[in-house]
């Protein structure tokens, strides 16, 4: 009967011990997701931004201005509205692609520390 109590004893103990360690990782994992969710939003923030940043350079060049005018008057034949949007849309995969281009070279390059580098 002793040994029996002993062991309901040692079980309640594990449990409780079970259930702190279960509300330390369930707090743990509140504040990881916090800090993932805080961290995305930045990110997306400065990939906008910064994207952003580059359309309007590209849409400032003439040649890049120029060749995206040519492609909008070849292939885009719709109204105005449209071209407008599809003019909007180059620009930015030319942003997105020159941005991915930098990210791609810092990767390599680690002493490259920032654009003006290149």
């Known amino acids: 009967m002793e ?6 004893l040692d079980e309640i103990t594990n449990i ?15 504040s990881i997701n916090e800090v993932y969710v805080k961290n995305k939003i930045e990110l997306e923030k400065n990939l906008k931004h ?3 940043i580059f359309k309007n350079k590209l849409k400032q060049n ?4 120029s060749v995206v005018e040519k492609y909008v008057q070849t292939f885009v034949k719709d109204e105005e509205e ?3 949007s599809a ?9 997105a692609e020159i941005l991915g281009m930098i990210r791609g070279i810092s990767h390599t390059n680690p002493t490259m520390n920032s654009c003006s580098q290149m």
Do not use: P, Q, V, Y
Request: proline residues 0%.
């Open 3 to 8: 040994d029996d109590n002993k062991k309901i």
């Open 16 to 30: 409780e011990s079970l259930e702190r360690d279960f509300h330390k990782i369930r707090s743990l994992n509140e």
């Open 50 to 52: 910064i994207t952003e």
């Open 62 to 65: 003439e040649d890049f201005a």
């Open 82 to 84: 449209i071209k407008e």
């Open 87 to 95: 003019r909007e849309e180059l620009f930015l995969i030319l942003a």
